[in-house]
């Protein structure tokens, strides 16, 4: 099901301030991939963009790399001396994702890591101040136990495709990815110690600031 009309997405486009040049480039480039939706795109990623502008973080995780684009839409709001880690399972999209990474300008301000996540985070002696979980669906209930409790007040986590497709809405659920986004999706509700929006951008973006 298409969750935002083609008509109502192309508008939003239309009046939201354009890519820049490399990012544009690696959209047009993601699209022959065969996972291509798996890219958060121009109107997405200018929300990250400009939330990571207003938070101006100094640490960003950000877990599921794919080509590169969200880190950099993220990077662009670091603060002085910022670094955003990023984290892609795949060594493919990794190599895909660093040499865009080379492209840019915040080069020397994004560290690449290949592998599981869930062993890598326990390794980056870091306090997040921004956090944004678009990986394997499955564990994001995992990533979020590993991440929420040792955050300050005031950090963000981002959270993509909590909608799934629209497949959170039937009812039975079906397929196991679903299951797990209604989950999570729960799982966040229920914790106290966080403020919580579901934004119906995309794909759904769960916005979470800790009290």
Not at 59 to 68: A, N, P, V, Y
């Amino acid at each position: 099901m298409d969750l935002i009309h083609p008509l109502v997405q192309a508008y939003a486009e239309k009046f939201t301030s354009a890519e820049d040049p490399l990012l544009g480039k690696i959209n047009q480039q993601t699209q022959s991939h065969v996972q291509a939706h798996m890219l958060s795109g121009h109107v997405q990623g200018k929300l990250l963009e400009l939330l990571s502008g207003l938070i101006k973080p100094r640490r960003i995780l950000e877990i599921g790399s794919f080509t590169g684009y969200s880190a950099l839409c993220l990077a662009k709001g670091l603060a002085p001396g910022g670094i955003l880690h990023t984290i892609e399972l795949r060594e493919e999209d990794a190599a895909v994702a660093r040499q865009n990474f080379n492209l840019s300008e915040a080069k020397d301000k994004i560290i690449l890591h290949t592998g599981n996540a869930l062993n890598i985070i326990p390794t980056l002696a870091e306090a997040w101040d921004m956090v944004f979980i678009d990986a394997d669906k499955t564990g994001y209930i995992d990533y979020y136990k590993m991440i929420a409790p040792g955050l300050k007040k005031g950090a963000v986590i981002l959270a993509d495709n909590v909608l799934f497709h629209g497949e959170v809405l039937e009812q039975p659920l079906k397929g196991k990815n679903a299951k797990a986004i209604q989950a999570f999706n729960e799982y966040v509700q229920q914790d106290e110690t966080m403020e919580k929006l579901l934004l119906t951008v995309r794909d759904g973006l769960m916005l979470i600031i800790k009290k």
